[in-house]
């Protein structure tokens, strides 16, 4: 019995410290961590992310919520712990958030990773940065393999995004290169799930919100250009993987490769919900890419993974969160 407590300890003295930990990927990604019986410190500027998702740890004695942002100097209470994994995923990440503020959003990338890059190599703890998809721009090749160098414009609205992540990517790379840090990089793809903002702006929750409230679905464009869907349990098992594997050497794309158009999109969710909203088009934002899909067969073959989650569970189980977020928040709104 002694025996085992002691084991427990040892199993458990990882000690994480997750930026944007309140927000959609980063909130069940803090979920995960503290089920494997992980220490877990958040920082989050709450810029994006929301207390909320983090509500049902007020509890829990192994997690804290910092609030503050990567881009200024650290809080002394995270300079002073001894993380042993550090999870950069600090950064508004839907194309209206991020094009909000795009100083800001390309400070988040270089001044914030190298803030975090440089507390890592301090502590000597693990770094992973969430990069993107975006990093691929409007893509020539297809789909998108890690070796694929990217189609980006670096003027657009899009570009704070992309080539701040682009920035973040080379950085962390420089660091493992002078041996500085031990680093993993993630690409994530267009990834939905319960705790995306209802006012994220981006497809899904748009979609989903829009077709429960019975309100014009808005497609952008055509609604010919493709993506890939990833459901956000399947994502946070790559993300963790990434982590615990020896993958040092380039970045990893994690994303879902089941590719379809906006329009198959919408389509589906009127069909599941059973809405009666119109479907209105509005104009294509300039720079959005035409088609996105992963190549995940370096995720397969250095961390065994893979999606699991069919499109259609994870849409009924998103649809089914934001059912009732809306009905929790219509009593608010009529105040
Ligand atoms: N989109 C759309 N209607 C919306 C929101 C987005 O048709 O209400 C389109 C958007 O133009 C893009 C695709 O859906 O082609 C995915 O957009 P999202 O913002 O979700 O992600 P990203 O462009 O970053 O992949």
């Not at 300890?9 to 944007?20: R, S």
């Amino acid at each position: 019995m002694e025996q085992g407590s002691s084991l427990v300890k040892i199993a458990n003295k990882k000690t994480a410290l997750v930026t944007g930990g309140a927000g959609f990927i980063g909130s069940h990604l803090i979920d995960s961590l503290l089920a494997e019986g992980a220490t877990v410190v958040c920082l989050d500027s709450l810029l994006t992310g929301r207390e909320k998702n983090l509500r049902h740890l007020q509890r829990e004695a192994r997690f804290d919520l910092i609030q503050a942002d990567i881009i200024d100097a650290l809080p002394r209470t995270v300079a002073r712990t001894a993380f042993t994994h550090v999870y950069n995923l600090a950064c508004a990440a839907s194309p209206p958030h991020y094009q909000a503020d795009p100083e800001h959003t390309m400070l988040t990338n270089v001044v914030g990773t190298r803030n975090l890059l440089r507390l890592a190599e301090e502590k000597k703890a693990r770094f992973l940065l969430t990069s993107t998809s975006e990093v691929y721009g409007d893509p020539e090749v297809h789909p998108q393999p890690e070796s694929y160098r990217g189609w980006v414009s670096c003027t657009g609205p899009r570009a704070c995004y992309d080539e701040g992540k682009r920035a973040a990517e080379t950085l962390t790379f420089d660091y493992q290169r002078m041996r500085r840090a031990d680093v993993r990089v993630a690409r994530i793809f267009n990834t939905y799930g319960p705790r995306m903002r209802p006012d994220d702006g981006r497809v899904v929750s748009n979609v989903i919100c829009q077709a429960l409230a019975g309100d014009d679905i808005t497609v952008y464009g055509d609604g010919s250009q493709t993506r890939s869907f990833c459901y956000v349990s399947d994502l946070v098992a790559g993300l963790m993987r990434l982590m615990d594997s020896d993958v040092t050497d380039g970045p990893v794309n994690l994303g879902n490769p089941v590719e379809l158009t906006v329009s198959d999109l919408v389509e589906r969710v009127v069909r599941m919900t059973g809405s009666t909203s119109r479907i209105v088009n509005r104009p294509l934002p300039v720079d959005d890419p035409r088609r996105r899909k992963p190549n995940i067969e370096r995720a397969k073959a250095l961390l065994g993974w893979e999606p699991r989650v069919a499109l259609q569970q994870g849409l009924e189980a998103t649809a089914a969160w934001f059912a009732e977020e809306q009905a929790e928040a219509r009593p608010a709104e009529r105040e």
